[in-house]
């Protein structure tokens, strides 16, 4: 299993991307690690409130990917310099000012990867 540090896991948050929708929050992402897979996100925590893998949409290239798409057996590529979206619905989570973020999220190779960032609104 690959262990990827945190502080290098950080620099795919895309800061100053947090925006605040009328029922949840999206951000992006962008891959400046190298090639890789996404297998799947198991949450995504936005100050208090924990958006459910089913919740959680990730675009890239126009294309929608929900927890239904994607899997262990069917991993998303995420190349390098990839960018793409993620987008939570349900409960407003975003607040004005410095929110935190848990993602939560699967890769082939590592196994459970787990980003924790700030950003403002």
Same mark, same amino acid.
């Given at each position: ?38 297998? &799947?996100? +198991?949450?995504?925590? #936005?100050?208090?409130?924990?958006? !459910? %893998?089913?919740? $959680? *949409? ?38 004005? &000012?410095? +929110?935190?973020?848990? #993602?939560?999220?699967?890769?082939? !190779? %590592?196994?459970? $990867? *787990? ?7």
């Amino acid at each position: 299993m690959v262990v990827v540090p945190e502080f290098l896991i950080k620099r795919i948050y895309q800061k100053g991307s947090l925006k605040k929708l009328d029922d949840g929050a999206s951000f992006n992402l962008k891959n400046v690690l190298g090639p890789g897979f996404i297998s &799947g996100f +198991n949450y995504v925590k #936005i100050n208090d409130v924990t958006y !459910e %893998a089913k919740d $959680v *949409k990730f675009i890239m290239n126009g294309k929608e990917y929900t927890k239904d798409d994607v899997s262990e057996d069917h991993p998303v590529a995420f190349r390098l310099g990839q960018a793409g979206t993620i987008v939570v619905k349900g409960e407003q989570s975003v607040t004005d &000012g410095v +929110n935190k973020i848990v #993602i939560e999220a699967l890769n082939p !190779e %590592a196994g459970v $990867v *787990k980003l924790s960032v700030e950003d403002n609104v």
